[in-house]
């Protein structure tokens, strides 16, 4: 048995059965965002958005203007070196100069320091915004994909796997950020780079050996996509084989406990080195297509841009239309032309990477929550009985004047995605201040009724009312504001007790804290532990006993001051002494509330409580109910 956890994280396993929840993505958990479905185009701007666009155009500008001061540098130096080597043969024989281009460059040692200080400050500026953006990218990514997570119903949560949805969340935000911000600016401007190097060319050298140059730029947007398209398969088999194996080791760590004992490490360890491998081979592909892309680009743009710019220059020099210091500047710029050209390539898997994260990311983002909407109405057959909606508080059923209940449950048949209706026409009132134990056989729906009660499912037909107002009009934060809820095992943070303590009221001061202990039979315990309410309660809750664990749960349920209470088998794993002390905290905790139990142990509640049975030998032990 199973509830909901108060706090949206479930340790329990019940709730791990196989059918997809409501609104769960059609081909169940798609593990690997490796689905060749498209993205929602909104969603994908969504995830590009988080780096704002000055964090790339600032290095891309900065990458833009180093290449430019680079350049005229390079045009500098030319005429530097042209000034102490003696003047270039004409074919005709004679020495005299008549350049066909712009005036030849002076050389002016001051322009050529100013021009290496404005190269190198435009470089270091770039890498500093680029770091900046990264990091405020990668942050951004992460509290948007946790948030996103923190919206899903806590059925679909149950379903994907864990060590998946931390890679995503972690590592695809890195990959990213790493793209948008790291990437994006640093490649345009490699790519542009050979557009702005010509213009200096055309400028201050020589317009047609500019402009035959120009014939060749091209050829990298050509390579740069021919090489994307080949090596995409790659990149999606890498994303695959990355998921199955972080997912793989997660699990194993979190269960190394249960594989050391069933003898079943070894086996464990020999699938994760299967999936290592897996993805160390995916890995070398892609390395291996990123190392093609480097060679393609630098033999087909590097070799050829560089031939051609000597060759021209060689001819020029003999035909007398270029100087030495222009001839010398064609074959400096064609080499500033092909360097920024091999970043890309460089840079490719980081590209390729990048773009497969922003793609999990959106496909994170684009999953349905699982979540009926506030205000899901049912079809007209299905409403019978139900003319208007009451009066919170009240109950509008023709000829009932009786106050609203704080639960129930009105003719419902509910069950899950594809499956068969687990309940069907099921009644169950749950009066305010109540207290009702709900039994029976395994399987026969108890859990069924508290995941309805929590809006984790909707029903099929009939309603779900608390205090008289019908769920399929609120929301499931709304849903879930109204009650509180303990389930039959704990989720403790890292932290202290009292920080465990606040994630149910994040505004309660120490002496309520103190309070809610007191009530939950904890506080004389925690007032012997060595730092008191700061005593650290170890990764997840390990410092403390399970009873303790359980009671600050109770604690938590206390501080959440909700009417309603949902109780999952909340003494099923521990023992009976411990029992004892949670039953009489419990006690506590229903004095004064409505509270449905599931248990086995109805004793626990106190006096008082009535019970009901579910399943084949349904029937009520006080005045009715029962499936
Ligand atoms: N998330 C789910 N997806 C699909 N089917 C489910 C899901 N949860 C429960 N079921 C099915 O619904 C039926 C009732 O299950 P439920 O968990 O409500 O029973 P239960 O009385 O709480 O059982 P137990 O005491 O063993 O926890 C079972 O047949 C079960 O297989």
């Keep these: 048995m199973s509830g909901a956890h108060p706090h949206g994280a479930r340790a329990d396993g019940a709730h791990q059965k196989g059918t997809r929840p409501p609104g769960a993505h059609p081909h169940g958990a798609h593990p690997h965002g490796a689905r060749a479905e498209p993205i929602d185009p909104a969603v994908a701007a969504l995830v590009a958005s988080q780096t704002p666009r000055r964090d790339w155009l600032g290095p891309l500008l900065l990458g833009l203007a180093g290449t430019a001061a680079t350049a005229v540098l390079l045009v500098q130096l030319a005429a530097g070196v042209a000034s102490v080597l003696p003047p270039g043969p004409r074919s005709d024989g004679s020495t005299a100069l008549t350049p066909s281009g712009p005036a030849g460059a002076v050389f002016s040692p001051g322009l050529a320091a100013l021009l290496l200080l404005v190269a190198v400050a435009c470089t270091l500026a770039a890498d500093l915004w680029v770091a900046g953006g990264r990091s405020a990218a990668r942050s951004r990514l992460r509290t948007r994909s946790a948030a996103r ?15 998946e949805l931390v890679r995503t969340v972690v590592d695809a935000s890195e990959r990213a950020a790493a793209y948008r911000a790291g990437f994006f600016g640093p490649i345009i401007a490699a790519v542009a780079a050979p557009v702005v ?47 199955q194996l972080s997912g793989a080791f997660y699990e194993s760590v979190q269960g190394l406990g249960e594989l050391s004992l069933a003898g079943a490490a070894e086996r464990r360890g020999r699938t994760l080195e299967r999936l290592g491998e897996r993805n160390r081979q995916q890995v070398m592909r892609l390395l291996a297509g990123n190392q093609m892309v480097i060679l393609a680009v630098e033999l087909a743009f590097g070799l050829v841009v560089t031939c051609a710019a000597a060759g021209l220059a060689a001819a020029g020099l003999a035909a007398g239309w270029l100087d030495t210091s222009q001839a010398v500047a ?30 999990q ?54 069950g899950y995605p594809g499956g068969p209706p687990v309940l069907a026409g099921f009644d169950l009132r749950l009066g305010r201040g109540e207290r009702l134990a709900l039994r029976g056989p395994s399987g026969s729906g108890k859990s069924t009724v508290l995941a309805l009660a929590e809006k ?35 989720t403790l943070f890292s932290g202290s007790i009292a920080d465990n303590l606040r994630l149910a009221a994040p505004d309660a001061d120490d002496s309520r804290l103190w309070d809610a202990l007191a009530a939950a039979r904890l506080a004389d315990e925690v007032r012997g532990f060595e730092h008191g309410l700061d005593q650290p309660v170890g990764e997840r809750g390990l410092a403390l006993s399970g009873g303790q664990a359980q009671r600050i749960s109770i604690a938590r349920a206390l501080l959440r001051d909700a009417p309603l209470l949902l109780l999952d088998e909340p003494t099923s794993q521990v023992d009976l002494r411990s ?21 086995h142990r109805p004793g626990v509640l106190g006096a008082g409580t009535r019970t009901v049975h579910l399943g084949a030998d349904a029937d009520a032990d006080a005045d009715g109910g029962g499936a």
């Excluded at 997570?149 to 060590?163: A, I, M, Q």
């Excluded at 004047?401 to 704080?406: G, K, L, T, V």
């Excluded at 769920?471 to 389930?487: F, Q």
């Design 149 to 163: 997570l923190g919206e899903w119903n806590p059925l679909l949560l149950d379903r994907r796997s864990v060590g």
């Design 197 to 243: 190097v010509l213009l200096v060319m055309a400028l201050t050298v020589s317009w047609p050996v500019a402009l035959i140059l120009a014939v060749l730029i091209p050829l990298v947007p050509l390579i740069i996509v021919g090489s994307q398209r080949l090596f995409r398969s790659a990149s999606a088999g890498y994303r695959r084989s990355a998921g």
């Design 330 to 359: 064609v074959v400096l710029l064609s080499v500033l032309m092909t360097g920024p050209v091999s970043v890309v390539g460089q840079f490719f898997y980081i590209g390729v990477t990048g773009r497969a994260a922003e793609r």
């Design 361 to 414: 990311l959106a496909e994170l983002w684009a999953e349905p929550t699982g979540n009926a909407p506030a205000g899901t109405t049912r079809p007209r057959t299905e409403q019978r009985g139900r003319a208007d909606q009451p009066e919170p508080g009240t109950d509008a059923r023709p000829g009932t004047h009786r106050e609203a209940a704080a639960l129930e449950f009105r003719d419902v048949t509910a």
């Design 456 to 490: 984790l499912i909707t029903p099929r037909a009939g309603s779900v009312l608390i205090d008289g107002v019908d769920l399929a009009t609120l929301s499931r934060p709304e849903v879930a504001s109204r009650m509180a809820i303990v389930s039959q095992s704990t």
């Design 579 to 599: 029992e004892a002390a949670i039953g009489r905290s419990l006690a506590e905790l229903a004095s004064g509330r409505s509270t449905l139990i599931v248990t």
